[in-house]
């Protein structure tokens, strides 16, 4: 008996002993693939977070990259016809411009107005030994230098940035000072291009190509409308459209005694009915607003009824201009 219970003490004391040996190694394998898993999603973390820390390179990419839907950064030509030029510009060819062409003044009370929606713009001009210096100023804030004078002429030089501006509307404008450096031998300034992160607004006048229109409208002179002319129409078919991309579109137009009513819609949808009577001639008088669309394509029709209010005397329409918050197509 003694000798069974011994020989059950050497099991016992070998099979402690295999345990002892075998679970180690378990523990070890457990902890192993723990640390793995960790790892892995460690390095992924770090990877895509890091990588928009390092792109600080260009401002210009900075700013394209965190513009709102609608707001990427798009270049404009001096020629736009949404800027607003006072004074006499020249605009002279160069292949080397951006767009083959810039404009240059060189006068008391020259100066360019640009009015966009967005974050930021940049201006783009040729500098020049005999360029002189400007002042910019933004939504009417204190005016900064711009100096337009290099050693050596240098071409589609951005200039001045507004850097990041709060999102929404912004005037931005860009005056002749006839002020240069100790070494200028002229005090021009010039536009080659404005670079706008967001959309461009401004008047699209009554002549402008992008309009359709049907019926026959006869154009009038007169010093109170936008830039001194307007059109109207009392066809039957009387209609204009037009089609941009951008948010929102208002119509200009007179108002006055012999004025009819007209039928408005957007992308097709109800209409919405425009009253251009009023007691008194009034100019320039926003009678429709399309108010604030989605960023996209629209497609705008204005259309004469042939209505009237009871007290006018006539049923045209007539277009004096169209404000519009982004590009027409």
């Known amino acids: 008996m003694a000798k069974a219970t011994a020989k059950m003490g050497v099991v016992r004391l070998g099979l402690l002993v295999l345990v002892l040996v075998l679970v180690p190694p378990l523990l070890v394998v457990g902890c192993s693939g723990a640390k793995s898993t960790t790892t892995t999603t460690e390095a992924v973390t770090t990877t895509t977070s890091e990588a928009p820390v390092t792109s600080t390179s260009t401002t210009e990419a900075e700013t394209t990259t965190t513009a709102k839907p609608g707001e990427a950064a798009v270049s404009h030509q001096e020629n736009e016809s949404r800027f607003t030029y006072a004074g006499t510009w020249k605009n002279i060819s160069a292949t080397t411009a951006s767009g083959?062409?810039?404009a240059v003044a060189d006068a008391a009370g020259c100066s360019v107005t640009v009015r966009f929606s967005g974050i930021g713009m940049t201006w783009i001009a040729k500098t020049s030994p005999a360029y002189?210096?400007?002042k910019v100023t933004v939504d009417g804030g204190t005016a900064k230098t711009v100096d337009l004078y290099s050693a050596s002429t240098v071409w589609k030089k951005k200039v001045w940035d507004s850097g990041?501006?709060?999102a929404g509307a912004h005037t931005v404008v860009i005056s002749w000072t006839g002020v240069k450096s100790d070494g200028a031998t002229g005090t021009n300034i010039d536009v080659d291009a404005?670079?706008?992160?967001?959309?461009?607004?401004g008047l699209v006048q009554q002549d402008n190509a992008g309009l359709a229109y049907i019926g026959t409208w006869k154009k009038t002179t007169a010093a109170s409308t936008s830039q001194g002319s307007f059109v109207y129409c009392d066809d039957a078919d009387a209609s204009v459209t037009l089609s941009f991309s951008g948010t929102e579109l208002v119509w200009i137009a007179r108002t006055g005694p012999s004025?009819?009513?007209?039928?408005?819609?957007v992308d097709g949808g109800e209409g919405s009915t425009v009253d251009l009577y009023s007691v008194a001639t009034k100019s320039q008088v926003k009678v429709w607003d399309s108010g604030m669309l989605e960023m996209g394509s629209h497609t705008i029709m204005v259309e004469r009824l042939g209505t009237k209010n009871a007290d006018s005397k006539g049923t045209s329409i007539n277009v004096d201009a169209f404000d519009?918050?982004?590009s027409l197509k």
Not at 259 to 265: E, S
């Open 100 to 102: 083959a062409s810039f």
């Open 259 to 265: 004025y009819g009513q007209a039928k408005v819609t």
């Open 324 to 326: 519009v918050t982004g």
């Open 194 to 201: 404005i670079v706008v992160a967001g959309v461009l607004t």
């Open 164 to 166: 990041a501006l709060e």
């Open 132 to 134: 002189g210096q400007a």
